[in-house]
């Protein structure tokens, strides 16, 4: 938990259109009070609302006690098929399975779903975790629309300055990445394609002209010969 709200704040879960939750459902933390700020500098943009209303792109639980427990961000909420999927609860899961050094989830658009579940993970040394054992893992845990549909293996994942995964670089990592296999860290690059070969290359080296000489002619390539039309079976 990260425990209660301070005196004099006073803080309400929301869900995606501003409502109250039902007690027990996870929602957005809005908080309200006199120490909050004004606003983001230089013009005081994104501060609290005309009611003092703060939303803070958290999302959390409340229980009886009135403790928080935060459950993750609102900008990584998956929605498959208007189901809300949290990464957190995914990567708990996947996280308690044997071979599992580092894992992060996140979602990417689906043609039917509106969005599917992602996940990449980074193997024990020594590991030959597949994905099918990823998926049947979390298939055990977790509501079908909460389970992975694509798995990928990296060597490691991008983190912030703060050491936290950095989900949006993660993104750009995802697209590069076939599901069950393994991928460098970041994503893979075209080799660049060597310069073609100049005339003088293809001809091999050339002797130096000095100041006064005359130019050498130029070798112009015969014209192709026009294509003969095909011809026809008696």
Known sequence: SIGRPLPGIEIKLVDESGR???EGDPGEILARGA?????YWPDGASGPDANGWFATGDVAVLDTDGDLYLVDRRLELILVSGFNVYPREVEDVIATLDGVAEVAVLGLAHPYTG???K???VR?????????????????SLARFKCPTSVAF???LPHSATGQVSKGRLRELSLYTRPGTLCSGGPRRRPPRSPSPGPAARLG???RRRSGDPAPPVSRAAPAAP???????G
């Open 227 to 233: 294509p003969t039309a095909p011809t026809g079976r």
């Open 124 to 140: 024990e040394l020594g590991s030959a975790l597949s994905a099918d054992d990823v998926i049947a893992h979390c298939a055990r």
């Open 20 to 22: 109250p939750v039902e």
């Open 154 to 156: 990296v060597e490691e």
């Open 115 to 117: 969005e599917s579940v």
């Open 205 to 207: 080296p050339q002797p």
């Open 119 to 121: 996940a990449l993970v």
């Open 35 to 39: 120490n909050l700020f004004s606003g």
